[in-house]
């Protein structure tokens, strides 16, 4: 037997190898064990351990860098997700959350002297016209193109972010009033212009209100007052920027006491119809009425239709105010003609149609109904339509009109003259009647072309095969004038205010013309 074959317990080389195995299994994988001159079994078993070393080292290299490949990705994934969270999909802006988050962070860091954060918040007008008509195909290019125009014309460090529908912040850093008004009505004027989108001319204003911060306001807070402010700037309906004033906050409040009140007005019987009559001017006789709301409020005393009409509007409760005013109407329209007392007049009902009663598919069937009850014929109703609501109007509109005209109740065009007045577009409409606003009559007297002009707007009305009422007749000379260019119908205070059922009842009982002497 060679020297070379037998192993002594004192080899020095099991020393070593026993120390490499040992460093290799606490995980140092750089170690490696010197191999001998010797070349024999145990030199065999050293480099195969640092063989397996270097495997092991590779293996294990290798997974580190899959280690830090995933790592980065979930890093990615995660950042990607925070930045969904935080961005519109569509416009690609910061969406409400992140704004939120901005206006907090500014709310802590950004007062400095005269300049601090405020707020800008805008609503796009007749944006809901765009995408119920042209559809949301391009309701959605709209809204991309107010998004460049709106980050186009604020500056760098401005944030702008899109709140959801048509709604769109901006979180101006670092501002005097002067200077964020400046900035807010660059963007109501970059808005301004007409876009070309698929071949049409689309043309979308905005309401805009300003809320400058104020130190150790909640962003909460002051969203909800830049809020106010744009609700401010909508009613007004121009188009112009309003700046966040206290008053508003109070303006709000009376206006939210309002809602809750106008609910238990609707629900009670604290509304009440007037009716104001409609005079054939050649004959006096009376030939229809309208009927006009009103509230009589417990503490407030009577409210006129302005004043609660629009937030009946807004609100949606004017569904169940119309639904009333129709059933209420109808049926005292139907109590005149069955009492032998007021019968002779021969007259039909008026009622005011809002043009969100035109967008309720039920709205026809309400109609429909409440004349069956009263055992009517639909002819002796006729609905005033505003100009407006008609003109807005979209395919549901159309529908509803076509329908209320299949139906037999007549449909008249109310103040005619304030709005857009299109003939061609009169022409289409299903309507038999226009009613021409009483602003058109007011100036007769004090301009000498007024009568001319009304002559001209009789004539066109005719020439559209219309029938023509006009409405503020408040002097004799008025009444006569009418009648010498051939109008046939007329209505104002010189003939009757609006009246309550009563009284109507009484002077139908003992006049056959009108104003009762
Ligand atoms: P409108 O339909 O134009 O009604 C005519 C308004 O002119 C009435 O005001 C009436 O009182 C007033 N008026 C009548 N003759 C004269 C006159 O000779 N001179 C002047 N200066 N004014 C005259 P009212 O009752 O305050 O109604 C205001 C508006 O409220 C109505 O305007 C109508 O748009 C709306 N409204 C009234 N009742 C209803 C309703 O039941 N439903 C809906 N949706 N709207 C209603
Ligand atoms: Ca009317
Ligand atoms: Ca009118």
New binding site residues.
Partial sequence: MSESNTYSGNDPRLGLLLDGIVKLAAGDLNARIEVSDARDEIDAVIMGTNLLAEDLQIIYAELEQRVAARTQQLHDAHREMQLMAMTDPLTGLSNRSAFADALSDAQETGHNGSQRPAILLLDMNGFKAINDSLGHTIGDIVLETVARRISGAVREQDMVARMGGDEFAILLHNVTPSMATSIGNRVLAALDSPMEIDGEHLRCGASMGLRMAEAGQSAQNLMMEADIAMYESKTDGKGKLKIFQPAMLHARQLRNQLVGDLKEAIAGSQLI??Y?PIIRLDTRGIEGV?????WKHPTRGII???EF?PI??ETGM?SD??GW?LRTAVGQLQQWRSDPLTASHNFTMR????AA?LQRLEFVEDVRDALAEAGLDPSLLVL?L?ESAVIQGNDLDRYTLNSLRRLGVGLEI??FGTGYSSISYLRRLPVDAV?V??TLL?ALGSDPSQPALLAAVLQLIRACGLNAVW????TEEQADYLLSIGCTSG????FS??LPAADLTEQLKHHKTWPIS
């Fill in positions: 119809l007037n104001q309208e009927a006009l709301v009103r006129m239709p302005d009409i009946a509007e004017i105010l119309g005013v009622i005011n149609v809002s009663d005033e505003t109310d103040d009613k606003d009483r007011a409405e503020g007749i408040e209505q104002g205070y010189f205010r609006p």
